[in-house]
């Protein structure tokens, strides 16, 4: 099992900036992805960025160059600069840490933090 904690989050006016970060604890298997999801009210889970087994680093369109990943591998944790946040931002983002031990692989959840971008 992993236990992923999350924290930051919180309330920001339109430009604002946020940083969410993540650590994993548990029995850790290597290779795994590590990165963020987010859900807006009344919609799926969508993908914000993740770093992936292989290296490299996926961010979703919207993303826009106005946010950034770091992870650090060797304390299993993950952090999301957010800068340039606008209304459409606002959601439950969630850290994910997806393990490929069993296959084709079993994703593991944060209990989700909230960032509400006012306008």
């Known amino acids: 099992q992993v236990q992923l904690v999350e924290s930051g989050g919180g309330v920001v006016q339109s430009g604002g900036s946020l940083r969410l970060s993540c650590v994993a604890s548990?029995?850790?298997?290597?290779?795994?992805?590590m990165g963020w999801y987010r859900q807006i009210s009344g919609k799926q889970r969508e993908l914000v960025a993740t770093s992936t087994r292989d290296g490299f680093t996926n961010y979703a369109d919207f993303v826009e160059g106005r946010f950034t990943l770091s992870r650090d591998t060797a304390k299993n944790t993950v952090s999301l600069q957010m800068n340039s946040l606008k209304p459409e931002d606002t959601a439950v983002y969630y850290c994910?840490?997806?393990?490929?031990?069993?296959?084709?692989?079993?994703?593991?959840w944060g209990q989700g933090t909230q960032v509400t971008v006012s306008s």
């Open positions: 548990g029995t850790i298997f290597s290779p795994y992805d």
């Open positions: 994910n840490h997806r393990s490929y031990f069993r296959y084709p692989y079993y994703d593991y």
